[in-house]
């Protein structure tokens, strides 16, 4: 077993839930209107949903890489090339993060968990950037391409999680800092550019 690599997406993991996103500002958002407790569970319906799109990709490219290199190392090169159009996607962007509670409505906990959920999972880029980005960090020729899968998808939603209830929790403070900081937002997109390129090349000198 490769620890290395499973550090590595950790890190990566780690670096993409920080950088502002869709998922990230609205846990941040829930949390500013709807309190601390609402945030955690829009985090919760989020990460529970990343468990489907986990299943689907232990499953769908196990099998791919059971039938065929060329089909896995194809599935490599488009992801590769996926995840550098999202990092030119972020670099067109404006680097700005803006917050606005006034489209907020205020929501229920069991309700925002099952909005995270139904987010997650009718979201077709979760699924297109999970086959992008997992096979990369497959770390042992001995344990079977299923079960790595699943604990890459748990790695995933530990560290995420790790961040978005971190966001939760210090919603206050962060929307105070980004306010104050205007470079933060700069700081924070080139990370994100930095990162799934990073990926997209790790991605393309990976082994099986």
Not at 171 to 186: E, F, P, Q
Request: hydrophobic share 50%.
């Amino acid at each position: 077993m490769n620890y290395e690599t499973l550090y590595a997406f950790m890190g990566a993991t780690a670096a993409l839930a920080i950088t502002p996103g869709p998922d990230n500002i609205y846990v941040l958002m829930q949390s500013l209107v709807n309190g601390k407790k609402h945030g955690i569970a829009t985090m919760a319906g989020l990460m529970t949903g990343c468990i489907v799109h986990t299943t689907l990709l232990a499953f769908g490219v196990s099998a791919i890489i059971k039938q065929s290199d060329s089909l896995f190392l194809g599935i490599k090169v488009l992801g590769a090339i996926y995840l550098s159009y999202l990092a030119f996607q972020v670099y067109k962007s404006d680097s700005s993060v803006v917050l606005s509670g006034d489209t907020v409505p205020q929501k229920g906990i069991w309700y925002l968990f099952r909005q995270g959920f139904i987010m997650n999972v009718l979201n077709p880029k979760v699924t297109i950037f999970f086959l992008a980005f997992f096979p990369a960090f497959l770390f042992s020729d001995e344990i079977s391409n299923v079960i790595q899968f699943y604990v890459l998808g748990g790695l995933f939603i530990a560290v995420s999680s790790l961040v978005f209830g971190g966001i939760a929790l210090l919603s206050g403070s962060i929307s105070v800092y980004l306010k104050d900081n205007t470079r933060a937002g700069w700081y924070l997109k080139w990370l994100q550019i930095i990162v799934f390129l990073g990926i997209a090349v790790y991605l393309l000198i990976s082994d099986k």
